[in-house]
């Protein structure tokens, strides 16, 4: 699988970067990123999204380093996989960061940006 790091995604870690607080975040990702080149799709797959046959959205919680808080209290990574064996990482966001958690409506206008992409 090949990975591709959106425009929002890399704009959602300067912004956390910014913080001081979440220093880390990069390496957080990092961590996750030989699984889904691997094909193991980690996290929860999201339904109710009107996506292409045989793609899928999915989200997973990593552990945010900086804070020394677990997977729970960390960051939540939105990602999009594609039929053509790409995986697109959509946005993150801090579980504690109330006004950046996406609703359904905003994650589905993050994944149109990517399927016109």
Aim: no cysteine.
């Amino acid at each position: 699988m090949i990975i591709k790091w959106t425009e929002k995604i890399n704009s959602d870690i300067d912004y956390y970067i910014k913080k001081k607080k979440y220093k880390k975040i990069i390496d957080d990702i990092a961590s996750i990123l030989p699984d889904l080149e691997a094909g193991n799709f980690l996290g929860d797959r999201l339904s109710g999204f009107n996506l292409p046959e045989g793609a899928a959205l999915y989200k997973v919680r990593i552990a945010n380093t900086s804070a020394n808080v677990g997977k729970s209290n960390g960051f939540r990574l939105i990602y999009y996989v594609a039929v053509e064996d790409e995986i697109y990482l959509v946005t993150i966001y801090s579980k504690k960061d109330d006004e950046r958690i996406p609703n359904d409506a905003q994650i589905a206008m993050l994944v149109n940006n990517v399927l016109e992409f």
